[in-house]
């Protein structure tokens, strides 16, 4: 057996996947499907017979993502100026989100997070590089395209300081 999490076949996908003409969308949320079904799916089958044990990578992927996220902004000096109003349970929840535990309703996860952060649903939906061409085309409309697509190189706080 060749498939595994990290090269799942077209089996392991849902059939509008394998259609070329979603190549792209597909790409970029084939890790979802494949995380649900080899981890989460797994997982819940063992806990409801009562071994919790394969649960435990992802609880723990939650405090992992935070700390690997916190050293991937620091190390790029990233704009993090969006999370400057974020709550407790903003964090959790984007930890919960990037740990993969919702699954199959990723998605939705996702449109609901972007909304309620000023992009749209869409975005979210269609992945990062949709976010990041949101996010450019919002500081287009204010007019400030400029600096909206320099804050999303690596280090350019330190190319372009304030």
Partial sequence: MNEAMAHPDAGSNPMWMNDPRFALLAQMKRFTFAHAKFVLDRGIKEYKLGNAFPLVPAVLAMPWMLAADGLRDTLTLTDTSYKNNWGILDHMEHA????????????????????????????????PTAELFGRIARGAHTG?????????????PMIMPD
Wanted: no cysteine; hydrophobic share 35%.
């Fill in 144 to 156: 400030q395209w400029f600096d909206s697509m320099v804050n999303q190189i690596p280090g350019s």
């Fill in 96 to 127: 919960w989100s990037r740990a993969g535990h919702a699954g199959r309703g990723q998605f939705f996860a996702d449109m609901g997070q972007s909304i309620r952060h000023g992009g749209s649903g869409l975005e979210g939906a269609a992945g």
